[in-house]
């Protein structure tokens, strides 16, 4: 991030990060939706993730630079067939960032979701999880390779609420 500050340009260290998800299905997942764009979630997804392994001050204290968007809904092509995918986006490295701290965010964005789609979804309904975190810049992933994208496997988690 470059800032002007009395007509001098001061380099700062980028931070900026946004979280968002697109959810596949018909109505049967509007109360899942409207728990994922209800500010308890955003602001237990900021705290789990942008403070803890992030380290980000008080994340929702600067919502031009971290934020939560709105989940988008995507077309259903198949009857029955439900999925959520997750990005987190514009994630520096930085000194204070470790890979470690790239692939444990990424387990508890996962575990986040996945807890909102047991609660928030009808009984014994499947819906496909996925989750990637875009860097910019590079962090080595799991096997050691240098990747700009971390992205977990895509699980499918079962709802619960009935």
Request: with cysteine; hydrophobic share 45%; proline share 4%.
């Amino acid at each position: 991030m470059v800032r002007v500050v009395s007509g001098v340009t001061v380099q700062k260290e980028k931070t900026m990060a946004k979280l968002k998800a697109a959810v596949t299905g018909n109505d049967i997942l509007n109360p899942l939706v409207a728990v994922l764009n209800g500010k308890e979630f955003c602001m237990k997804l900021m705290d789990r993730v942008l403070n803890r392994y992030f380290h980000v001050d008080d994340p929702a204290q600067r919502p031009a630079e971290y934020y939560v968007q709105f989940t988008d809904r995507t077309v259903e092509i198949v009857d029955g067939m439900y999925g959520v995918e997750v990005r987190l986006t514009g994630v520096s490295v930085t000194p204070a960032r470790t890979d470690g701290d790239f692939h444990t965010a990424l387990l508890a964005t996962v575990d986040a979701y996945s807890l909102a789609i047991k609660q928030n979804v009808p009984q014994d309904v499947k819906v496909q999880l996925f989750v990637a975190i875009m860097v910019d810049g590079v962090v080595r992933n799991q096997a050691g390779v240098h990747v700009s994208v971390i992205e977990s496997d895509p699980v499918w988690v079962t709802g619960k609420m009935g």
